[in-house]
């Protein structure tokens, strides 16, 4: 079973280009799943064993992990897994699983992301630079957020950035989740924050160092930024979802309202699914309603 299973996990990380997080969330599925079986059975799940599995093992796997309190969001993905694995097994192995796999997912409403307004992430931006004593801390703070608000980054990739990177060129080429590149143009302002944090940073510039130093001269971690951004939502009074990630929301957002197409949005954020990307025009959308209801007469 166990050499089953990293044939598969091999297999998806080779011909899918799944990321190490991916490829490490799968085998958490499945080990949750192969655990499950064996109990359920009374005995340790092999291949061959598999080959009986009907819709009611699945739906008693389901059930078992809703009374531990997975959500259905998360159950959804741990099913798609174990029904991919499944797939490929019965081919391995000549098994009919069709009666297993016609087991349905639960459905879930999908939450919408909460980006800033740009008022409020100009605010955000103004309080950090001005959150730290140390000048140079404050001025990394500011790059690496306006890297998120003005490229759409996440922030592994902008503190995945190394030396090498810099001068930025009028687009960066990012690679993101399973090794995908793709070309983000650089607004002035981000590369003047870039430039402003470096002409200050102690750390001298290196090809293979990173752009974005620790107050130690390492690779800068995502929990600084992150306290940087709880301390300025503190003083300004902005939510709890006014994260890193949400500036990379906001860049989503700001661009479909000033008119920008989800194809073009979907390539600067590298999503791989444009039904990834249509999400953002729920947030439009719930916008426009709340404009109107405020604005109508008979609102």
Not at 28 to 54: E, N, V
Not at 172 to 180: A, E, N, V
Not at 258 to 284: F, P
């Amino acid at each position: 079973m166990a050499d089953a299973l990293a044939r598969w996990l091999d297999l998806e990380q080779a011909t899918r280009d799944r990321s190490p997080h991916t490829i490490n969330a799968y085998r958490a599925d499945l080990l949750a799943f192969l655990s499950f079986i064996g109990g359920y059975h009374g005995a340790a799940a092999t291949p061959k064993s598999l080959g009986g599995l009907r819709q009611g093992d699945m739906r008693a796997f389901a059930a078992s992990e809703r009374a531990r309190g997975l959500g259905a969001r998360s159950l959804a993905r741990r099913q798609s897994a174990v029904r991919s694995f499944l797939r490929w097994l019965s081919d391995r192995e000549g098994h009919d699983l069709s009666a297993a796999l016609s087991a349905r997912s639960p459905k879930y409403a999908r939450t919408l992301p909460r980006p800033l307004s740009p008022e409020q992430a100009q605010e955000a931006l103004e309080t950090v630079a001005t959150g730290h004593q140390t000048p140079w801390v404050a001025a990394r703070d500011v790059a690496v957020m306006t890297l998120l608000w003005g490229c759409g980054l996440r922030i592994s990739e902008a503190l995945g950035l190394d030396g090498r990177d810099w001068p930025f060129r009028d687009s960066l080429t990012i690679t993101g989740k399973g090794g995908k590149e793709r070309h983000v143009p650089v607004l002035p302002v981000a590369r003047d924050a870039v430039a402003g944090y470096l002409r200050q940073c102690p750390w001298r510039l290196a090809p293979d160092a990173p752009l974005f130093r620790g107050v130690r001269g390492g690779r800068l971690n995502t929990d600084q930024i992150s306290g940087a951004l709880r301390r300025a939502r503190a003083a300004l009074g902005l939510p709890p979802t006014a994260t890193p990630h949400a500036l990379r929301h906001s860049f989503a957002t700001h661009l479909l309202s000033a008119g920008g197409d989800l194809r073009t949005i979907q390539e600067l954020l590298g999503h791989a699914s444009l039904s990834t990307t249509q999400v953002y025009t729920g947030i439009d959308d719930t916008h426009l309603m709340a404009v109107y209801r405020a604005a109508h007469p008979r609102g």
